[in-house]
């Protein structure tokens, strides 16, 4: 398991790299690294490549990762994320969460993408 961020306060944008299996507690420690790092501010949007990583969450693993994600709303604050992801488990397992977020309110805007540019291009249209 691997994983890297980068943080870009000017244009208000996180970027992420995972590569390898990522069970849903190292998921919630990658996402409190961030949050503790004082480059992080609220609302911040980001760019998450999961194209290399293996994320096989069941119901349950997705409902701590929602609860995990719910607690820290107030830090987090409203924001867009846009999942680079190839397909396989983690397209499924992204695409379970972001529903299941979405029926919960949880402030995420969650959309899937197979590319870089198009993620980068749909975070960086103002709404």
């Given at each position: ?60 693993d997705?409902?701590?990762?929602r ?23 983690t ?16 402030g ?9 540019s198009?993620g ?8």
């Amino acid at each position: 398991m691997d994983f890297e961020y980068r943080i870009d306060p000017e244009a208000g944008l996180i970027f992420t790299r995972f590569e390898g299996k990522f069970d849903v507690a190292t998921m919630i420690a990658c996402l409190k690294r961030i949050y503790a790092d004082p480059q992080f501010t609220t609302g911040m949007d980001s760019l998450n490549d999961l194209r290399l990583a293996t994320i096989d969450w069941d119901y349950d693993d997705v409902e701590r990762f929602r609860t995990f994600i719910q607690s820290v709303e107030h830090i987090r604050g409203k924001c867009r994320w846009a999942l680079l992801v190839k397909g396989g488990a983690t397209y499924v397992s992204a695409r379970i969460a972001s529903v299941i977020g979405e029926a919960h309110g949880i402030g995420i805007e969650v959309k899937l993408f197979d590319n870089d540019s198009e993620g980068l291009e749909w975070l960086r249209k103002t709404t």
